[in-house]
C-alpha cells in the first residue's frame, strides 16, 4: 500500500483565509478569486491545478505579495504578508533570466538577494554548487541567449534555490518545455525541493505533473477552489513507475472528473474492475 509524506505534524506555513480579489479598472471589476481558503503545511509541496483563467496565477501574485487581498488575508508564519520579499522564491513561465549575466552570474544574483552575510568565495563555491545541482557546471560562463529553453529554466530554478528562501512559487515553470526535458526538468525540483525541505506552490494546468510532484493537489474552478486531493504516492516519484499503477490511475481520474465536472464516473468502481 503506497503512501504519501505524512506532513500532518508539521506546523502551518502558509495560511490563506477567506481571500477575495477583484481587478478593477476604471470601467470595470472582476472577481478573479471569491473567499478562497487553503492552509499549506511547513515542508509541503502544493500543485495549483486548473484550467486558464481560473486564477492560479492571481492566486500566485497574492503569496508573492504583487497582489493584494480584497478581503480575507494571508499567513506567512503567522504574519500578513505585505509585498515580495527574499523568503519567497519566484519562478515564471517565460524565462526571467537577466540576459546580460551569464548563467553563474544570474545565480550569483540570487544569493545576494538572500541577504545572507557569505563572502565572495562562499558566493562563488555557493553558486557553482546550484549550477551542479541543476546539471549546468559545463554553462557558468553562458548567457542566456546561448542557452537553450530547458537550460534557462534550470537556472531560473537553481537562481530561485539560491535564494534559499522556505517558500518556492512557481508558477508553470516548465509549460513551454518539450515533453522529455519536461520530466527531467519535474524529477529534478521534485528532489530538489524535497531535499531542501521547502513549502511549494506549484501552479500547473499539466494533470500528470501534479501528480508526480505534489503532497496535496489543488484543483481550481474560476475564482474558487473545487476541491483538495491528497497524493498517496511514495517519494521518489518516476513517471515510468507510477504510470499503470493502481494508485496512479485512481488519481488520475478522479482528476480528470473534477477537472472536467461534466466526466461523472464512479471511479472507484471502475478501477476496482
Ligand atoms: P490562470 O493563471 O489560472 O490562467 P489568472 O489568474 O491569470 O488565471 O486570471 C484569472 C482571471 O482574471 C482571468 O479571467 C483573467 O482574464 C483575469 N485577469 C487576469 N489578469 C487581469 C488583469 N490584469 N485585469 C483584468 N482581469 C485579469
Ligand atoms: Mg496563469
Not at 477583484?22 to 484550467?51: M, N, P, Q, T
Not at 499567513?75 to 533570466?97: C, E, K, N, W
Not at 535564494?163 to 526535458?181: C, Q, R, T
Amino acid at each position: 500500500m503506497s503512501t504519501g509524506r505524512d506532513l500532518s505534524n508539521r506546523p502551518n506555513k502558509i495560511q490563506i483565509k477567506d481571500v477575495s480579489f477583484d481587478y478593477i479598472d476604471k470601467k470595470s471589476r472582476f472577481l478573479a478569486l471569491d473567499h478562497v481558503s487553503l492552509d499549506i503545511k511547513e515542508g509541503e509541496f502544493i500543485c495549483i491545478l486548473g484550467s486558464s483563467g481560473c486564477g492560479k496565477s492571481t492566486l500566485l501574485g497574492l503569496l508573492n505579495g504583487l497582489h493584494k487581498a480584497k478581503s480575507g488575508e494571508i499567513l506567512l508564519d503567522g504574519t500578513p504578508i505585505a509585498g515580495p520579499g527574499p523568503d519567497r522564491a519566484v519562478v515564471f513561465q517565460q524565462y526571467s533570466l537577466f540576459p546580460w549575466l551569464t548563467a553563474k552570474e544570474n545565480i550569483l544574483f540570487g544569493i545576494k538577494q538572500s541577504g545572507k552575510k557569505y563572502t565572495k568565495r562562499e558566493r562563488l563555491a555557493k553558486a557553482d554548487e546550484y549550477l551542479k545541482n541543476v546539471g549546468l557546471a559545463g554553462a557558468a560562463g553562458k548567457y542566456p541567449n546561448q542557452l537553450s529553453g530547458g537550460m534557462k529554466q534550470r537556472v531560473a530554478v537553481a537562481r530561485a534555490l539560491a535564494l534559499e528562501s522556505d517558500v518556492l512559487l512557481l508558477d508553470e515553470p516548465f509549460g513551454a518545455i518539450d515533453p522529455k526535458l519536461r520530466l527531467e526538468l519535474q524529477e529534478l525540483v521534485s528532489s530538489l525541493c524535497t531535499q531542501a525541505k521547502k513549502t511549494v506552490v506549484f501552479v500547473t494546468h499539466d494533470i500528470d505533473e501534479a501528480i508526480l510532484l505534489a503532497d496535496r493537489i489543488v484543483v481550481m474552478e474560476p475564482g474558487k477552489i473545487r476541491t483538495v486531493l491528497d497524493v498517496e504516492l511514495p517519494h521518489p516519484r518516476k513517471r515510468d513507475k507510477l504510470v499503470g499503477t493502481i494508485e496512479y490511475e485512481k488519481l488520475h481520474r478522479k482528476l480528470i472528473s473534477s477537472f472536467y465536472a461534466h466526466v461523472e464516473e464512479n471511479i472507484d468502481a471502475e478501477v476496482a474492475l
